[in-house]
């Protein structure tokens, strides 16, 4: 359907703070691209700026290829959710589902047809004539959703929609919501932190810090292979280990850390001096202590139902290793264990974060 | 003394203080008028201590007195509506200033409230003058030829009293704006609507509550003004307040005084309840 360009996209507030430094994105028709940050990266601003309610300071934002940058909000037919909400309190649901159709002057028999369908969408029939003040904060995020549904906008723009349904609910509208984008095929920009729902609606996933995109690929990629050391901290968890380079050959690259020298994959063949090692806690395996690459021995564990949370002190540091939790023994507190991982799986950061 | 018996008095001595002020300012005064009210009154000999409905039953059989309350409810909606035309888009200016000018227009604002009404009265009256400041400005940008009769009458009134009420509006809605989320007129937009549709269908309706409050405030405060109808109404201008003053004052029926008073004020109570319970109605689903 349409195609979003945002080019080198910046706001500064008065005086000074640089809420968005510069984002470059290029979002394909009908593609669901998450804006994944923690608090204050500036998701909500970029969010704000695509909607036409911030003026940027610097930069584009373009439609099928026409420059929107300073185009009023109105004539841009993009849905939005705020974070907020922001429904119409003194309207009804239907009121507040009804208002961008009667904007578009559609016929009245259409306008019902699409109040009813988007109210369905959502699972709200039958709240019609409740006011805002008489919905539950889950309800409201719903009624917010149908409101830019109902008005099929080119654009939908949704800013943490889902950030306070409980989880069941949560995990129903992202399977809900995902489908309709598709069916639909909206193109759709979400901003969350919240790093499930970013990785199980997205086609891409920019993962945001300090105002810029640290990082952009598929969900796999963006977990499996980051290039910058704060997406392997911030997206899952990640084991930091400082190693020394000794040397390359054809396939790998020699480190020592401690008193052990490993291989990992090869590095710059320039790569020398310290380098700081990555790697997840679920790529590290437990054995007895005799077949592990290396041994060391369990700190505290922590029993999750599904898994265990190990923490082992090692010639590494203290590692954490996330073990399913399989029928049989599992080793106990004070117990010496032998770990093993992949050589593939000890990642090291390529890229650094651009500090713009 | 149990529990209970102390916290079934204990609202009542808490409140004690503010009750005996009510009581001795407010409640015992206005008894009093009432029961005046009803008292005969004889040209000759003053007040009596009999009682009859004959003062009520004069004025309501006198078409001078109609006219009068008539006269003081069109000056008070009058001042009302031009508070509420001025005093919205006021306040929503003023909203959106930045913080710095926003507190000196504030002063600027409730200026009229920090000023003695008599200075205040007496400044307009040079003012509003045949040959005041207004008439000549008039005449000389063309607008008019002769001079606008301002001072005695009903405009000159209007006008003074509209200057003096307008803060009692901006306050209430400005109340009522600070409480709206600026992001419901964003979403507005982003559904199509421009800048005034979004301004009448979404913004004006939110600010409906304070608007009515806002009226309310200043129609009461309008119809028992007293200072600004006296001064610039003048004689010739009479509106229900001044007349009460004149009977108490001038004719010495004080007995026909309280019965005006007493009709002014059941007069002025029936609006704000009107109107109050008319706004819980309409607003009680959509602000609660
Ligand atoms: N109107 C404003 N004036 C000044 N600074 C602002 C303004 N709006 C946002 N900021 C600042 O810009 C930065 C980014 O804000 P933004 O709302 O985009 O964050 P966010 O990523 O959406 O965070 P969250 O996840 O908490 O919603 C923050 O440091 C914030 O304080
Ligand atoms: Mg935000």
Not at chain 1, 265 to 280: M, N, Q, V, W, Y
Request: glycine share 8%; with cysteine.
């Amino acid at each position: 359907m349409s195609t979003l360009t945002i080019r080198n996209l910046a706001k500064t507030y008065p005086p000074n703070v640089r809420a968005v430094k510069s984002i470059d994105l290029e979002i394909e028709s009908g593609e669901f691209v998450s804006l994944l940050g923690s608090s204050g990266c500036g998701k909500t601003t970029t969010l704000q700026m695509v909607a036409g309610f911030v003026t940027p300071s610097a930069g584009q934002v373009l439609l099928d290829g026409r420059d929107i940058t300073y185009l009023e909000p109105d004539k841009r037919d993009m849905g939005v959710v705020f974070q907020s909400y922001a429904l119409f309190p003194h309207m009804t649901v239907a009121q507040n589902v009804r208002f961008g159709l009667e904007m578009r002057k559609l016929p009245e028999a259409q306008i019902r047809e699409r109040v009813a369908d988007a109210l369905m969408m959502v699972q709200l029939g039958g709240l019609d004539s409740r006011y805002p003040s008489e919905l539950s904060g889950g309800q409201r995020q719903r009624v917010a959703i149908a409101r830019v549904l109902a008005i099929r906008p080119r654009v939908l723009l949704l800013d943490e929609p889902m950030s306070n349904l409980d989880a069941k609910l949560r995990s129903e509208m992202h399977v809900e919501l995902r489908g309709l984008q598709k069916r639909l095929g909206i193109t759709t920009i979400l901003v969350t932190h919240d790093q499930v729902e970013a990785m199980t609606m997205s086609d891409r996933i920019a993962v945001m810090a300090n105002g810029t995109i640290a990082e952009l690929g598929t969900p796999q990629e963006v977990y499996d292979i980051p290039s910058t050391e704060f997406a392997f901290n911030f997206l899952g968890q990640s084991n930091t280990i400082t190693a020394k380079v000794l040397g390359h050959d054809d396939a790998h690259t020699q480190v020592s850390i401690g008193s052990s020298v490993i291989q990992i994959p090869l590095r710059d063949a320039g790569t020398s001096g310290e380098l700081r090692l990555f790697i997840r806690p679920e790529r590290l395996t437990l054995s007895s202590p005799e077949t592990g690459i290396i041994t060391g021995r369990v700190a505290t564990r922590l029993f999750l139902g599904n898994t265990w949370t190990y923490e082992i002190d090692s010639d590494f540091g203290r590692l954490r290793v996330i073990k399913v939790n399989t029928r049989g023994g599992q080793p106990g507190e004070g117990e010496l264990v032998g770990i093993n991982w992949n050589a593939a799986d000890m990642q090291s950061a390529s890229g650094e974060l651009a500090d713009v | 003394m149990s529990d209970a018996s102390k916290s079934a008095s204990q609202p009542w001595l808490l409140s004690f203080p503010s009750l005996a002020l009510f009581l001795g300012l407010l409640v015992v005064p206005l008894a009093l008028t009432a029961i005046l009210s009803f008292n005969v009154f004889d040209s000759m000999m003053g007040t009596q201590d009999d009682y009859t409905f004959g003062n009520y039953l004069e004025i309501l059989s006198d078409s001078y007195y109609y006219e009068l309350f008539l006269r003081t409810a069109l000056m008070s909606a009058g001042v009302t509506l031009l508070c509420i035309l001025l005093g919205v888009p006021e306040t929503i200016i003023l909203s959106r200033m930045q913080p710095r000018y926003q507190g000196i227009f504030f002063v600027m604002i409730l200026g009229p409230l920090l000023i003695s009404v008599v200075v205040r009265t007496l400044g307009w009256s040079i003012m509003l003058g045949r040959e005041g400041l207004i008439n000549q400005s008039l005449i000389s940008l063309g607008l008019i030829e002769a001079p606008l009769q301002l001072m005695y009458s009903m405009t000159g009134v209007v006008i003074v009293l509209t200057h003096v009420m307008l803060p009692f509006m901006v306050i209430a809605v400005w109340t009522t704006l600070q409480k709206l989320d600026p992001q419901v007129a964003d979403a507005a937009r982003s559904l199509g609507a421009g800048s005034w549709t979004t301004f009448s269908r979404v913004i004006l309706p939110q600010l409906l509550p304070g608007i009515l409050s806002g009226a309310i405030i200043v129609f009461t405060l309008s119809a028992s003004a007293f200072a600004t109808p006296a001064l610039i109404g003048g004689r010739r201008l009479k509106v229900v307040t001044t007349s009460i003053y004149d009977e108490f004052l001038h004719s010495m029926n004080w007995p026909l005084g309280a019965a005006i008073a007493v009709l002014l004020l059941i007069g002025i109570v029936s609006v704000v309840m009107g109107s109050n319970r008319y706004i819980e109605r309409k607003f009680k689903q959509v602000f609660s």
